[in-house]
């Protein structure tokens, strides 16, 4: 691979610079990218894939392409977290989501479940995962980490992150862990505005930079930068933190020691080009101390930021010697990680993937993660000597950052051949209307035994109050929460609740089984339930605000 010394400005500045493109072979648009302005990293979305074979054929296409034109392999990354953040869902494995894991809190089965998805997404040809998040999700409004995180207490995100990057690069591809330093804390969404971390310097320390250090110290070989607003670690400014000198530079590289890439979260994001625009942000993104910075989506966007460092390094803005820096870094981690293009025929590649003992680890992880917690004894029970009415919503894309799920099973498909008695399920919209609610609740009540999905239902007044109608006439319904089981706030009267954090077949199947006591729940809370007094196994100890002000921001009446 060549080295720093023998690339000209224009073939460093295209290492620095990762693009999105639209398409599912190599467009006009992206093979100008890579062979005229030396981009030297790609970036998959549910845009650029329609199966495992388009993807393979996809890769090998785009490397050949820059391959040709620089002698310098690509980073081809993607967003597979897991759950509902994992672009590629059919013909391979991928994880649960991170809360459900840290449910299941077993980081040795992470670690083998992580690593087998790593070597199947390498099969591939994708040498990069953005994943895992690390931020510590205390905030039960945060609207964008959500379930994507492994819970709210900073020991066991640490202890699950580092468990996930382990495996991640032990299977040969580079982990980015994100949102640093931490957007676990926020209550807006960074794709449209500012989120700000008004948290004391010791909080900030002690919570949110705690999976980072950790991580650091483990052997990270990339980070993520949050659009996101710190001003205890940014002299006071609330500039977003991939802007800060003090928090990249100052922090990361020489507080932590961290050597490896930090990696722009999409510098098109509102929160971090607003009033600025994309090429400012991205000179400021680099003087801040970023080596990679990723501009996702608008092609002119992408030439005029390839313009502006040009022109930043020219007039002496950005000295050369800083771009040598980081390209250095990219070079380097590229040696390691995707320094051999496999020319693998697709018959040859098929059998890598899907192995029998990484999607046996998948599912065994995600039985452990159901959580059941009992205000009543045995309360999570179903008789299948009872009649039976289920009711499901509908599971859509709940944040920017998701894509909707690909597969449309419901609870009640695995429950019925069990029922002896009669059975019904109906799914219900995820914010149902006042006629649904009023015929759902009436159904309700001529049945022995109810159980009510809940997803989302705090940003959904609709299903809100239709569990509260529901609870009204069958107050023994069962709970199953689909998502974050804050949610379950806002009805501290349960009898009893089921935690399985997302909708994934297996995932349903185990609630299944457990609901009609075939399954032992191994699950523990990963975050508290704000109010709730469901007492659980994992508790929280930093300070939340009272329960009056939260059930009134969540549209909660606290007397229903």
Same mark, same amino acid.
Request: charged content about 20%; some cysteine; overall charge negative.
């Given at each position: 691979?060549?080295?720093?010394?023998?690339?000209?400005?224009?073939?460093?500045?295209?290492?620095?610079?990762?693009?999105?493109?639209?398409?599912?072979?190599?467009?006009?648009?992206?093979?100008?990218?890579?062979?005229?302005?030396?981009?030297?990293?790609?970036?998959?979305?549910?845009?650029?894939?329609?199966?495992?074979?388009?993807?393979?054929?996809?890769?090998?296409?785009?490397?050949?392409?820059?391959?040709?034109?620089?002698?310098?392999?690509?980073?081809?990354?993607?967003?597979?977290?897991?759950?509902?953040?994992?672009?590629?869902?059919?013909?391979?494995?991928?994880?649960?989501?991170?809360?459900?894991?840290?449910?299941?809190?077993?980081?040795?089965?992470?670690?083998?479940?992580?690593?087998?998805?790593?070597?199947?997404?390498?099969?591939?040809?994708?040498?990069?995962?953005?994943?895992?998040?690390?931020?510590?999700?205390?905030?039960?409004?945060?609207?964008?980490?959500?379930?994507?995180?492994?819970?709210?207490?900073?020991?066991?995100?640490?202890?699950?992150?580092?468990?996930?990057?382990?495996?991640?690069?032990?299977?040969?591809?580079?982990?980015?862990?994100?949102?640093?330093?931490?957007?676990?804390?926020?209550?807006?969404?960074?794709?449209?505005?500012?989120?700000?971390?008004?948290?004391?310097?010791?909080?900030?320390?002690?919570?949110?930079?705690?999976?980072?250090?950790?991580?650091?110290?483990?052997?990270?070989?990339?980070?993520?930068?949050?659009?996101?607003?710190?001003?205890?670690?940014?002299?006071?400014?609330?500039?977003?933190?991939?802007?800060?000198?003090?928090?990249?530079?100052?922090?990361?590289?020489?507080?932590?020691?961290?050597?490896?890439?930090?990696?722009?979260?999409?510098?098109?994001?509102?929160?971090?080009?607003?009033?600025?625009?994309?090429?400012?942000?991205?000179?400021?993104?680099?003087?801040?101390?970023?080596?990679?910075?990723?501009?996702?989506?608008?092609?002119?966007?992408?030439?005029?930021?390839?313009?502006?460092?040009?022109?930043?390094?020219?007039?002496?803005?950005?000295?050369?010697?800083?771009?040598?820096?980081?390209?250095?870094?990219?070079?380097?981690?590229?040696?390691?990680?995707?320094?051999?293009?496999?020319?693998?025929?697709?018959?040859?590649?098929?059998?890598?993937?899907?192995?029998?003992?990484?999607?046996?680890?998948?599912?065994?992880?995600?039985?452990?993660?159901?959580?059941?917690?009992?205000?009543?004894?045995?309360?999570?029970?179903?008789?299948?000597?009872?009649?039976?009415?289920?009711?499901?919503?509908?599971?859509?894309?709940?944040?920017?950052?998701?894509?909707?799920?690909?597969?449309?099973?419901?609870?009640?498909?695995?429950?019925?051949?069990?029922?002896?008695?009669?059975?019904?399920?109906?799914?219900?919209?995820?914010?149902? $209307?006042? %006629?649904?609610?009023?015929?759902?609740?009436? *159904?309700? !009540?001529?049945?022995? =035994?109810?159980?009510? /999905? #809940?997803?989302?239902?705090?940003?959904?007044?609709?299903?809100?109050?239709?569990?509260?109608?529901?609870?009204?006439?069958?107050?023994?319904?069962?709970?199953?929460?689909?998502?974050?089981?804050?949610?379950?706030?806002?009805?501290?009267?349960?009898?009893?609740?089921?935690?399985?954090?997302?909708?994934?077949?297996?995932?349903?199947?185990?609630?299944?089984?457990?609901?009609?006591?075939?399954?032992?729940?191994?699950?523990?809370?990963?975050?508290?339930?704000?109010?709730?007094?469901? $007492?659980? %196994?994992?508790?929280?100890?930093?300070?939340? *605000?009272? !329960?009056?002000?939260? =059930?009134?921001?969540? /549209? #909660?009446?606290?007397?229903?």
């Amino acid at each position: 691979m060549r080295t720093v010394d023998q690339l000209t400005l224009k073939e460093k500045i295209g290492q620095l610079l990762m693009v999105g493109f639209e398409g599912v072979t190599a467009t006009e648009e992206i093979s100008k990218l890579l062979q005229e302005h030396h981009a030297g990293g790609v970036i998959y979305f549910i845009r650029n894939i329609e199966s495992t074979e388009q993807v393979f054929a996809l890769t090998q296409e785009l490397q050949m392409i820059a391959t040709d034109a620089t002698g310098i392999p690509l980073w081809i990354a993607v967003d597979q977290e897991g759950g509902m953040v994992a672009r590629l869902r059919e013909g391979i494995s991928y994880l649960p989501a991170a809360m459900a894991l840290g449910a299941a809190h077993n980081p040795e089965l992470l670690y083998e479940a992580a690593k087998g998805v790593a070597e199947e997404l390498g099969a591939l040809g994708i040498n990069m995962n953005f994943a895992p998040v690390v931020d510590v999700n205390i905030n039960p409004r945060n609207p964008i980490i959500d379930v994507r995180s492994f819970g709210d207490d900073p020991e066991q995100v640490s202890e699950l992150g580092i468990a996930a990057m382990r495996g991640f690069q032990d299977g040969g591809i580079v982990s980015v862990i994100k949102h640093f330093p931490g957007h676990g804390d926020t209550e807006s969404d960074s794709h449209w505005e500012l989120p700000v971390v008004n948290q004391p310097l010791e909080r900030i320390r002690q919570v949110e930079l705690v999976p980072f250090r950790r991580a650091a110290l483990a052997g990270a070989e990339a980070v993520m930068s949050a659009h996101v607003g710190i001003p205890a670690l940014s002299r006071g400014e609330r500039v977003p933190a991939t802007l800060s000198h003090p928090i990249l530079t100052g922090i990361l590289r020489e507080e932590f020691g961290f050597g490896g890439l930090i990696v722009t979260d999409c510098m098109e994001m509102e929160a971090v080009s607003k009033d600025i625009g994309v090429p400012e942000a991205v000179i400021r993104a680099v003087e801040a101390g970023a080596d990679i910075m990723l501009v996702s989506h608008t092609h002119e966007v992408q030439l005029a930021v390839i313009q502006a460092l040009e022109d930043a390094v020219r007039s002496g803005r950005i000295p050369e010697a800083r771009i040598d820096s980081s390209v250095r870094r990219i070079l380097e981690l590229k040696q390691k990680k995707a320094g051999s293009i496999e020319t693998t025929s697709w018959e040859d590649t098929r059998i890598r993937l899907e192995k029998q003992q990484t999607l046996d680890a998948l599912k065994r992880l995600r039985k452990e993660s159901i959580t059941v917690v009992n205000h009543e004894p045995d309360h999570c029970k179903l008789s299948p000597h009872k009649s039976t009415l289920v009711l499901w919503p509908e599971i859509t894309q709940a944040s920017h950052s998701e894509d909707v799920l690909s597969h449309h099973v419901s609870l009640g498909s695995y429950v019925k051949p069990f029922i002896q008695k009669d059975f019904t399920e109906h799914i219900y919209k995820t914010d149902p $209307g006042r %006629e649904e609610i009023t015929g759902l609740a009436a *159904e309700a !009540e001529g049945y022995d =035994q109810v159980v009510i /999905g #809940i997803f989302h239902a705090n940003y959904n007044p609709g299903q809100l109050e239709l569990v509260n109608e529901v609870l009204a006439v069958r107050p023994d319904a069962i709970a199953v929460s689909l998502r974050n089981p804050v949610d379950l706030a806002a009805w501290p009267y349960l009898k009893g609740f089921v935690a399985c954090y997302e909708g994934h077949p297996h995932t349903l199947q185990a609630v299944s089984e457990l609901l009609l006591g075939r399954l032992e729940p191994a699950g523990r809370l990963p975050v508290t339930i704000p109010y709730s007094h469901s $007492g659980g %196994e994992h508790s929280n100890a930093y300070e939340r *605000e009272s !329960e009056q002000e939260f =059930q009134a921001t969540a /549209g #909660i009446n606290p007397t229903s």
